[in-house]
């Protein structure tokens, strides 16, 4: 043991590329996990929050009362269902659609910090990439699933998918701009655009600091998720699912998953941004005070999600117009006097 | 006020030799054969001097024995007086036509389509007499004429025969055959007329235009029917509509059944609405029987419909919030749930949960259980505080009004004309309702008030249907607090065969008016059941009423008439 330990350290000192490269695919490979399974409980969770809010059970037929086995019955279905592609479809374009959007969240994934270990009185975040501008590359990236749901809706050569298509990309343009105008606003006040920084610069939590930023951004992350009151884009009401109508199989399921991964790291980038990212006492516990900052990340992830379940359950689907009409004419100016009020009053939290 | 004798003879000055012959039922019906050549002229007449505004449809008939068609044109005034004038007019049985009367009544149209297919009774100056309910290559078989056997077999063109059973009926079934049919041998002799695929694509203008399908198989629909947009981008140009998808022939199946058996059936025309329908049905044979029913019988259909009207509200409301907020919409699973309660109540007194079969000629089936009274109040209580809690979340919810305020707003003129009727007609601000205007049973007696809108639009019509749970919520509890002992049932024996006549009865259904006119011949069986679905005229305002819209709001506008494709099939 100890020597695969010297080993690799001494790997690390000779060839410290060599070495970052190898990290970096391991963590990809872990978060891809991480991500993923939490997805699934998110995906349980967000069933059974949704009963509740109706005063229903949700799932409680597999795996005993709570239906926790209800996710794998799900994911088996859906790997063993027929891989159907419509016939007059641009087949490449549709094949690589889900692959795209879920590289996408991957990409999102790996810039993200997941919390952090205290040790010895000292925060090491659980982040692949830490980069100096990880706000800025996760706000790029994560425009890419825009991309995803277009070549989705137009692979297919169906009308409703095109239609839902359009609607996203005109729903994503209208609020990447505030989105991205309340992350730079963030990173101002923290100067600097690191997440890790970003989430440990916050003497006082951001949403404090700019309660209109972080509106717009729940607001705007709603939007991107594609959830009601702004689900337009997959409206089964009006235009069937949208851009995935003519999906089936494991290929809907990863177009599927992204959305819920999507969920799980918008909750968290929300959380870094705008809820003191991994702050919080340290429970002073043996163990548990590793894991303290992890528990305290996760404590208000799951908040921030259990309201946008409630979000789900309370409000009724906007029209695309009046969703355009919105971003452009209230939250992109509304973005801009938060920006302006976090330039006067950024030089305090210095 | 006017009466049916006024009517009559205002007609017969005005248009001397148009009436042919007439009857005065009572002073709210009037029964007149006219002259086929003034039947337009009359109508107008009516329309225009007499405010007979409110056109009800059209019911043909085939009298086989006198070797002549009938036409039968229902008409009624939203408010001015309560005739209802039922104008006969005949045609020999040998290419039968009438005049149309879709120059004077806008929803003549559907009606008459309907008339034409069933029965080929052709009418002159329609502007398209194309088939609504049949699938095109039925048309020409005219199934509700009495001499239909069957339609042929399509790839053979065989014709059913006779087939004698045991029980004295006859059954027609087409022989099976042997024979090898060559493609394109069937003679297939048919009106010619484009199908609605042709007539959609006569109107695509550019290449930016589509056809995009919201129907038969769309998550939007309460039930099967066609919903073609021509849509250019997010706007839709044209709707076009179709029926028949679920179409059961029910009016055909109770001329083969007896009296009694036609109950069954009128619960399965919108088995929401079940009660409404029985009482229509067993109204109308009452009439003609001339019974009296007892005034517990009375009292316990008027509890059980205005149940039925709350729990039929709550699903529509409830369903048409889900079209616009997803099925995860919290409020949609509470009305469910209270909806739940009000159907257990139900389903104690009726033993079934929505396919009652409970009303009777001359009473109803069996009395209310012990404990119902307490019960029904302690729910009523809980429901209306239920249904003033749904109504504050709507007045503060921000989306709902940016959803449901100003769109699809109809006029209250354009109600009229177009013949909407039911919480879409009030929510324009028309106080017309049945219970008021031709009151049955004791509504004269109950004191309630007609919910009415002001705007007109999709948030007016859930309104009117919360405000309208209330006002029965009201009536239940009157009624609860005055019902008489006594008999259920009418001590009148009820013949098995009922007297020749015919009668036209009115329900206020929870989705509008709802009449039937029913003819009996003396026989064991109805001669003809004319059903007047409520839906099926709401049904025929919706494409008018979703050009110029956007995509999301064709969702909102079909779903605020609280649809019963179902009922409009029959």
Known sequence: ?350 | MTTANEVLSSIQSALPGAVLDSRVESERRLWATIDPRKIVDVCKYMRDKLSFDHYSGTAGLDWIAKNEMEVVEIMASHGAHQVVAMLKVRTPRENPSVKSLTGLFWNANWYEREAWEMLGIKFEGHPGLYPLLLPDELVGSWPWRKDFKGYPDLTTGQRAVEIPTSDGYTRYMIPPTTMEIEAGTVPTERPKYPSLREREEMELKSDSEMIMHMGPQHAMVPGPFLLDVLVEGETVKKAFLDLGYIHKGIEKIMENRTWLQGITYTDRMCYVASLSNNECYCGAVEKILGLEVPERAQYIRVILEELSRIQSHLIGTGEFLTLIAGVGYAPWQYMIIDRERIISLIESVTGARLTHTFVRFGGVRNDLPEGFSEKCRSTLKYMESEINEFIELFEQDPIYHLRMDNVGIITPDDAKRMGVSGPPLRATGVAYDIRKEDPILLYPDLDFKVAVGTRGDCADRIDVRLKEMLESIHIIEQCLDRIPAGPIKTEAKIPKKIPAGEAYYRVEDPRGEMGMYVVSDGGDKPYRVKVRGPFYATFQTLPPLLEGVFIADVVAIAGSMDGCPSEADR
């Not at chain 1, 590329?17 to 939490?38: M, Q």
């Not at chain 1, 969770?45 to 949704?50: G, H, P, Q, Y």
């Not at chain 1, 594609?226 to 290929?251: L, M, V």
């Not at chain 1, 006492?281 to 900052?293: F, G, Q, R, T």
Request: proline share 4%; with cysteine; charged share 10%.
């Open chain 1, 1 to 350: 043991m100890v020597g695969i330990i010297e080993s690799i350290s001494s790997f690390a000192s000779t060839e410290p590329a060599a070495f970052a490269f190898i990290i970096s695919i391991i963590g990809v490979a872990i978060i891809a996990g991480v991500v993923n399974v939490g997805a699934m409980l998110v995906i349980w969770a967000e069933r059974k929050v949704l009963g509740d809010f109706a005063a229903r059970y949700g799932p409680n037929r597999v795996g005993g009362r709570w239906g926790v086995l209800q996710l794998g019955a799900d994911a088996i279905k859906l790997f063993t269902k027929e891989d159907t592609i419509p016939y007059s479809a641009d087949k490449a374009v549709y094949v690589w659609a889900p692959i795209v959007a879920s590289m996408a969240t991957m990409l999102v994934a790996a810039a993200i910090p997941f919390g952090a270990l205290h040790i010895n009185g000292r925060n090491y975040p659980l982040v692949v990439a830490n980069m100096d501008i990880s706000a800025l590359y996760v706000e790029a990236a994560l425009s890419i699933m825009a991309i995803g749901v277009f070549m989705a809706g137009y692979s297919s050569n169906n009308k409703y998918s095109m239609l839902g298509a359009f609607r996203g990309i005109a729903r994503m343009i209208a609020y990447e701009v505030p989105m991205g105008v309340c992350v730079i606003s963030v990173a101002i006040m923290a100067h600097s655009l690191n997440l890790v920084e970003i989430a440990e610069g916050q003497t006082l939590w951001y949403i404090f600091a700019q309660p209109l930023g972080f509106l717009i951004f729940f607001i705007a992350l709603i939007t991107d998720l594609g959830r009601i009151p702004f689900d337009q884009s997959e409206a089964e009401e009006e235009i069937i699912s949208g851009y995935n109508t003519e999906y089936s199989g494991i290929r809907w399921g990863l177009l599927y998953f992204q959305e819920y991964n999507n969920m799980l790291l918008g909750s968290i980038l929300l959380t870094v941004l705008f809820l003191g990212g991994w702050q919080g006492p340290i429970i002073p516990i043996p163990v548990l005070d590793i894991v303290s900052p992890l528990i305290w990340l996760l404590l208000k992830v799951i908040i921030v999600m259990w309201s946008l379940v409630w979000v789900r359950s309370a409000l009724l689907r906007l029209r695309i117009d009046q969703v355009t009409d919105l971003g452009w004419k209230w939250m992109l100016p509304l973005s801009i006097v938060n920006l302006l009020w976090a330039v006067a009053i950024g030089s305090y939290f210095a």
